[in-house]
């Protein structure tokens, strides 16, 4: 399906200043100056595909989305690479798990192509606001909404989806650090045949007060065991978790509590195409913890598009905190990390056609 999209001329004085100092750029607080946005009915479909200054959405208080959390999103990123063009990364991925996370929701499906047509028409107007430095990039968000007013629980007959972007700094302006994360004991994120495998605000508001406490314990994030029995390792707030044990990489499969992580797959595919051994196996947190003081606990790591890569340096479960190796980033988070840092940027070579090369002006 293709879509011509308006495009609305945008007055130099609705612009913003963009930011000067590309190390304070930090993470969500910035936004470039365009936004997309399309409606939907049942009666028209997908219809008004329109690109505009990013401002406040007008939106009834009475939006089932306020209300019963109808809503999807998705987070991409964009990065400048040395040939002057923008790196797009397994797009076409976020645009199919968008899709699946729209039908879990009951929300209509948007097609792959205007997704996709969406985020580089976004990136070819807004690419002045790509920031330049290592490590940093575009983040994009794209977002549906149930925009029916209406107070009572039912399926929205509205729906706005929009895409806003926005530069973000790098994750580890001081270099590549760990991170200490601590098993959530009193809540649980995600249920079987819940909303785990979709990416929708009811999941992370299912999570706030867990990491608000765990932050106020020293921790950077929660580690989500399973809701039923609270003894197999699922993932962290943002994260895919992944554990080497005895040389063997594992990390639990994704499936109806866990996200598929775009990120965890690209891993994955690393590690098979370097031959190192790895299982998508449930495990438990006893089966970590024994590994740990069997000596074969080597590494600990997570993965997800904000940091790519983040070390686990040590693992807090029933009042007691374990240190993983030395503490330090383990040599296989670095390999990947480096990898997967330079295919993104396009300083590596991509032999899974990961990339899609946009032209900027
Ligand atoms: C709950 C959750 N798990 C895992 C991930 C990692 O997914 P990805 O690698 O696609 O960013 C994310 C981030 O999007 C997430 O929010």
């Not at 039908?103 to 002045?128: M, S």
């Not at 926005?166 to 809540?187: K, Q």
């Not at 994260?239 to 509590?257: E, Y």
């Amino acid at each position: 399906m293709s879509m011509d999209f308006t495009i609305d001329t945008i007055a130099q004085a609705a612009c913003r200043p963009k930011p000067t100092d590309e190390s304070q750029l930090g993470f969500g607080k910035i936004y470039s100056d365009h936004m997309f946005t399309m409606r939907w009915t049942p009666e028209t479909g997908w219809v008004e595909p329109r690109v505009r200054l990013f401002e406040n959405l007008s939106l009834s208080p009475a939006a089932l989305v306020l209300h019963y959390g109808q809503t999807v999103f998705e987070g991409l990123k964009a990065y400048r690479n040395p040939a002057g063009s923008v790196n797009l990364f397994r797009a076409a991925d976020n645009a199919a798990r968008f899709a699946r996370s729209a039908q879990r929701l009951d929300l209509p499906p948007v097609p792959d192509d205007i997704f996709l047509e969406a985020c580089k028409t976004l990136i070819e107007l807004d690419h002045e606001w790509i920031p330049r430095s290592h490590g940093t990039s575009l983040y994009i968000r794209p977002t549906m909404i149930a925009t029916e007013p209406y107070i009572g629980l039912k399926s929205s007959s509205e729906v706005l989806f929009y895409v806003i972007t926005g530069p973000v700094g790098a994750y580890y302006p001081e270099g590549f650090s760990p991170v200490r994360i601590t098993v959530c004991e009193g809540y649980s994120r995600a249920g079987p045949g819940g909303l785990g495998s979709a990416k929708t605000a009811a999941n992370y508001a299912a999570s706030l007060r867990a990491e608000k406490e765990a932050i106020k314990a020293g921790f950077t994030q929660v580690l989500w065991l399973d809701a039923s029995r609270r003894r197999y390792v699922e993932e962290v707030g943002s994260m895919n978790i992944l554990f080497k044990i005895d040389g063997t990489v594992v990390t639990p499969p994704s499936g109806d509590t866990i996200l598929a992580g775009i990120t965890k797959d690209s891993v994955l595919e690393l590690l098979r195409s370097w031959e190192v051994a790895v299982e998508e196996r449930r495990l438990t947190i006893d089966d970590v913890l024994s590994a740990h003081q069997n000596g074969q606990l080597e590494e600990v790591f997570g993965a997800g598009t904000a940091a790519v890569i983040s070390p686990v340096g040590q693992l807090a479960y029933n009042d007691k905190t374990y240190s993983i190796g030395n503490g330090e980033a383990g040599p296989v988070a670095l390999e990947l990390f480096d990898e997967l840092m330079g295919i993104q940027y396009g300083q590596r070579p991509d032999p899974f056609g990961w990339i899609t090369k946009v032209d900027i002006a």
